[in-house]
């Protein structure tokens, strides 16, 4: 069963960079059927896609958020990862990593998601 | 405010059925597929019905799900207060390159 581990700093301050990983097990994440992404949900608020990643690297970002998002990813650890810079107190959420199935070359539905990890950002 | 418009909340009685609606447009759900997820407070988001009317193993067939045009539906029978969560729709966005979400909609089982 594919299982997805968020990990990061749980505290962030403003105008500094956001970094988390999320590690995959149970599969791998070179398969060629899947994309790699987060999400975040600010406290009582819904959901935000940040991007999407696949095995080889190739990227989408959500469009508002790009300029300050890099995502990445490592075959050899079975990790991807999230940069986000320049960091202010709308980027506090909590912060899932999911994986997302492909259809006409684009990621589709969500599933599984990780538990999710807090971020705060605050001096 | 989401590109992809639900109704903030519903509710209905234990045992009746519900029905909540995900409006987008062309570039969105009149060519994408539709996904919906169930997020009880303080867990992260499941997956309920994926290619808009498709459920995942182990999700009972009280979740439906149906896409006309640009609108898609999810429907739940026989409610349970178990059913009390927060619902999501999500799509691809052609003109964007991006996924979208629904603003949610907050399910109250009476």
């Known amino acids: 069963q594919l299982q997805l581990q968020e990990s990061g700093p749980g505290l962030v301050k403003p105008s500094e960079t956001l970094s988390l990983t999320c590690t995959v097990s149970g599969g791998s994440i070179s398969s060629s059927s899947y994309y790699w992404g987060w999400i975040r949900q600010p406290p009582g608020k819904g959901l935000e896609w940040i991007g999407s990643i696949y095995y080889s690297g190739s990227t989408y970002y959500n469009p508002s958020l790009k300029s300050r998002v890099t995502m990445s990813v490592d075959t050899s650890k079975n990790q991807f990862s999230l940069k986000l810079s320049s960091v202010t107190a709308a980027d506090a959420a909590v912060y899932y990593c999911?994986?997302?199935?492909?259809?006409?070359?684009?990621?589709?539905?969500?599933?599984?998601w990780g538990q999710g990890t807090l971020v705060t950002v605050s001096s | 405010q989401s590109v992809l418009t639900q109704p903030p909340s519903v509710s209905a009685a234990p045992g009746q059925k519900v029905t909540i609606s995900c409006s987008g447009s062309?570039?969105?759900?009149?060519?994408?597929?539709v996904s919906w997820y169930q997020q009880i407070p303080g867990t992260a988001p499941k997956l309920l019905i994926y290619?808009?009317?498709n459920r995942p193993s182990g999700i009972p067939d009280r979740f439906s799900g149906s896409k006309s045009g640009t609108s898609a539906t999810l429907g739940i029978t026989g409610l349970q207060t178990g059913d009390e969560a927060d619902y999501y729709c999500g799509t691809w966005d052609s003109s964007l390159s991006a996924v979208l979400f629904g603003g949610g909609t907050k399910l109250t089982v009476l």
């Open positions: 290619d808009n009317n």
């Open positions: 999911a994986r997302s199935s492909i259809a006409a070359a684009v990621p589709i539905e969500v599933d599984p």
């Open positions: 062309s570039s969105n759900i009149g060519n994408n597929y």
